[in-house]
């Protein structure tokens, strides 16, 4: 079956334009997940959806960052103003919902490459 | 809060020879271990993971990893590697009770040579 997919795979902007990075998890996965990886900081948590719980927006790094998930499936990843210390590969990750036992896998997307120049 | 540090950036080694690539944890609480490989232009996949039982986990490709709780660590090992191991590795954990949030650690390089 299809896995998760991102969209665009790379974009490149000029500093302080607005990017709306796309993540499509997989049918029936109610958790998504945001990360960024940036060169020598490794991947790091930007934001959880679970369900219709309100999200945990815990890692966004600045109000500049937001993302918003519809409808239980697509999420938008929104950055404004870019900066280019914005510039890293922001994953996506989808997984099943969480239960009582251990966690359940996340599965990533490819990855959407941000230029900012 | 928990952290995962790996101690390697980058390992080169020989194809047919063994490695370990490390990784420590940090976690006042009990955690759920795993190890994620990257091929380049690809997103992450799940190498193996530690959830309890057994500390020696067997992985995909040949990877074995085992969790030590007493040393906090959880290095991965592969008896014999191939130029198609070449990848970013990444450790990482998620704390137990917690919600799935993942804490990767920074990564390290893995370059087989012919």
């Known amino acids: 079956g299809a896995g998760v997919s991102q969209s665009p795979s790379n974009k490149v902007t000029e500093k302080g334009k607005d990017v709306e990075l796309r993540c499509d998890p997989i049918?029936?996965?109610?958790?998504l997940y945001w990360y960024r990886q940036s060169l020598g900081q490794g991947l790091e948590f930007l934001i959880y959806f679970q369900g219709n719980s309100a999200p945990d927006k815990s890692g966004l790094p600045s109000d500049r960052f937001s993302a918003e998930r519809t409808g239980g499936s697509v999420s938008t990843l929104t950055i404004q103003r870019t900066q280019q210390e914005d510039s890293a590969v922001y994953l996506c990750a989808s997984s099943l919902g969480r239960g009582t036992g251990p966690p359940r896998e996340q599965y990533f997307g490819p990855g959407t490459r941000l230029t900012v120049t | 809060a928990q952290s995962v540090t790996q101690l390697d950036s980058q390992v080169p080694v020989f194809e047919e020879a063994p490695v370990e690539l490390r990784c420590n944890y940090s976690?006042?609480?009990?955690?759920?271990l795993f190890w994620y490989v990257q091929y380049p232009n690809q997103g992450l996949q799940l190498l193996l993971k530690y959830l309890s039982g057994s500390t020696l986990v067997k992985g995909i490709n040949g990877f074995e990893a085992e969790f030590n709780k007493s040393q906090t660590s959880f290095h991965l090992r592969k008896p014999s590697v191939h130029i198609s191991d070449t990848a970013e590795y990444f450790c990482a954990v998620i704390i137990s009770g917690g919600y799935q949030k993942v804490t990767f650690g920074i990564g390290t390089k893995l370059q087989v040579i012919p």
């Open positions: 049918s029936g996965h109610t958790a």
């Open positions: 976690s006042s609480v009990s955690v759920y």
